[in-house]
């Protein structure tokens, strides 16, 4: 039971990074309906982006406060991350629209591995790893083994919680949100009722950013390691995710993070922690065969 | 031409956007390029800057933005006003180039040997035999992408099967390379019309994802079921291929011996190089009877327009399994001459970053062009084994330099601009190879969204 209730934690927590990144695929895909396959790739970026930030204000300027110098990583990541998303999409995507079906994903995959070769090239092949910070924990259950919440974990919960909730109040009460949401439905017809379709769709790309730097930064304090492959496997999952949850409904990719997150947590503790990654991958063919629109989504209607 | 007047302004535009070109890439770059993480003698991760780097790359971005405003735009603007239609290259290749290429192709072997001698066996091995495995790997991953129009990012599977196949196979039942070649081929397709089913339904990102899914789950498998695969450890001692029954060693019975020859570690290599050629050359000409068939068409309508398909009453599903079928089957045959290549397989050799480069290969190569594909296929793996080769650049850029690592990051950049640029590769020859001979006007509407 102990072991349970530890494990249901730490598969929200990492639930909740999956369900960060998942919303940038999700909104991504909303709004020009491509997979955006270079997303998990940009939150290895954001986490590499947040190394160095932390470095530089550890070691450099000698920060006393780490939850000051968490903060401050957390906004210089979000910052430098998006205008690396924002430059992806005027190389990457921008020309591509009107082109034939494929190309925009095809042009992302190449994304993909040049982000991923880049860092390899830049930074180097090595695991990346920090001291441990805030290692204070709470216990909540004691018994034979003591049921245990880190700071760290709390903290993610709440970023996550307090960014879902402005994230939706953004597109469901906004401006911009209502933009966002014409872009969807038809971009010609948003365009001829003055909506700046280019801007929205790259503001899109800009918030996607933002969420996988913070998704980045907080995998980066709590597993205090990053790696230049680190993209793939949790970008599949998050996609996974976003399907899982309904792509285009925010609850849905953050609910859909949190399943998949406590789902791969328990696999690997019940089942098998070699088989937790096919576990996913599996998760990810059967949902899109069989559920595609997810859980919380609307069915697709085929267009001719 | 423009007067003196008119181009100041010009300039003055130029600087600016160079200006705010080079800001913005100063802010891409700073953090990564900018600082190096290492890690210090007591293990600890610090920062080192790399300021001249950073500042080589934000100039040269710079420049280049700056060349391009001044100099290439205009004369772009230049030329398309002067004449209506952009200018194409020929898209069919002089009637000499293919004897030429075949005869190349086929005496290559001999000319390494001339020219390199006894050091041919690199020459014959790393540039001959792997190319045209890499060509082979593209012609399948052709059909199912270029021609069918179905992404497949999990192509590498069907190689791994193919090896695999061999593998266990060959030390399971002691069988020859011959009984398992078509073996490999058989069982790959089979696996590409089980694994094809599920996803008949998707359509486009869905499809590709389903199947890099695929090929993800079956390299897991193979690194995680030890007691069959041997895990990440691999397979090693595995049959080779024999000369009707001869093997290619220094023994009483080997291919030398019984021949009355020298005996020659280059007769293997030089054998194997034939055979792959033979596949390739056999391969060659079904997928250019296929293309001619009723299958082949239906493939290439499903490519432009899936739904327009199915109402003139093709049958979707037998075309996209047949697609995946025999993709498949060609990447099984790779992956059985990959073993007879290299006698080890190990699931390293069949990562995502292998399915990344075959698609490289074929988009590169235009999709949907025979030609084109191989010819990058020559271009992309005959251009990083030259590299290997160059020994200044190490002393250039230092002993880990591994152009393995850098052609991967110009083949993404690469595959960026290509589609966006000459979305129909460098040889476009991704016309429906069935065309009415008078073309008809349409609307631009219907022609965006298509294709």
Known sequence: MEIFVQQLINGITLGSIYGLIAIGYTMVFGIIGMVNFAHGDVFMVSSFIGLVALLLLTTWIGIGSVALALVIVLIVAMILTSLVNWAIERIAYRPLRGSFRLAPLISAIGMSIFLSNFVQVAQGPRNKSIPPMFTDIIVVMKGNYDVTVSYKQIAIWVVTAVLLLAFWLLVSKTALGRAQRACEQDQKMAALLGVDVDRTISITFVIAAALAAVAGTLYLTIYGVVRFDDGFVPGVKAFTAAVLGGIGSLPGAVLGGLLIGVIETLWAEYVSSAYKDVAAFSILAIVMIFLPQGILGRPDVEKV | ?451
Not at chain 2, 177 to 196: D, K, Q, Y
Not at chain 2, 306 to 311: D, G, K, Q, V
Request: aromatic share 10%; proline share 5%; with cysteine.
């Open chain 2, 1 to 451: 031409m423009p007067d003196e007047a008119a181009a100041r302004p010009n300039l003055i535009r130029a600087l600016r956007e160079t200006a705010v070109t080079a800001l913005l890439a100063f802010g891409l770059f700073l953090p990564l390029i900018g600082f190096n993480t290492v890690q210090n003698i007591r293990n600890e991760l610090v920062l080192e800057t790399r300021w001249p780097l950073l500042l080589a790359i934000v100039a040269i971005l710079a420049g280049l933005r700056f060349l391009h405003l001044v100099v290439v735009a205009p004369l772009m603007a230049e030329r398309a006003r002067a004449s209506s239609r952009p200018a194409t290259l020929p898209t069919t290749l002089p009637s000499w180039a293919m004897p030429a290429v075949i005869g190349f192709v086929l005496i290559y072997p001999l000319l390494a040997m001339l020219i390199a001698g006894p050091g041919a066996g690199k020459w014959i091995d790393n540039f001959g035999i792997q190319i045209l495995i890499y060509v082979l790997l593209g012609w399948g991953l052709n059909i199912v992408v270029g021609l069918a129009g179905l992404l497949d990012l999990g192509y590498v599977a069907f190689y791994a099967i193919g090896a695999y196949t061999c593998a266990l196979l060959g030390k399971q039942f002691d069988l020859s390379f011959w009984m398992l070649l078509p073996l490999a081929g058989i069982l790959a397709a089979f696996w590409g019309v089980l694994l094809g089913f599920p996803v008949l339904r998707l359509r486009g990102d869905y499809l590709a994802v389903v199947t890099l899914a695929f090929g993800e789950i079956i390299r897991l498998v193979l690194i995680n079921w030890k007691d069959v695969t041997q895990g990440s450890a691999g397979i090693g001692g595995l049959p080779r291929p024999t000369f009707f029954g001869l093997p290619f060693n220094a023994s009483p019975d080997g291919f030398a011996a019984r021949l009355g020859l020298e005996f020659s570690p280059l007769h293997r290599p030089l054998f194997l190089y034939y055979v792959v050629l033979a596949v390739v050359v056999l391969t060659a000409i079904v997928i250019g009877r296929l293309r001619q068939l009723p299958v082949g068409r239906a493939w290439e309508a499903l490519r432009e327009d899936e739904i327009a398909c199915r109402s003139l009453g093709i049958n979707t599903t037998n075309a996209k399994l047949a697609a995946f079928a025999s993709g498949a089957f060609f990447g099984g045959l790779a992956g059985a001459l990959f073993t007879a290549r290299q006698g080890f397989i190990s699931p390293e050799s069949v990562n995502f970053s292998e399915s990344a480069l075959i698609l490289a290969i074929v988009v590169l190569g235009g999709m949907g062009s025979t030609v084109g594909v191989a010819i990058a296929a020559v271009v992309i793996i005959g251009g990083t084994e030259l590299l290997r080769e160059l020994g200044f650049l190490k002393q250039i850029f230092g002993a880990e330099f591994d152009p393995a690592q850098y052609r991967m990051l110009l083949f993404g950049f690469a595959m960026v601009l290509i589609i966006a640029w000459k979305p129909r590769g460098f040889i476009g020859m991704r016309e429906p190879t069935l065309v009415l001979k008078r073309r008809k006007a349409i609307d631009a509407e219907l022609r965006e969204e298509h294709g």
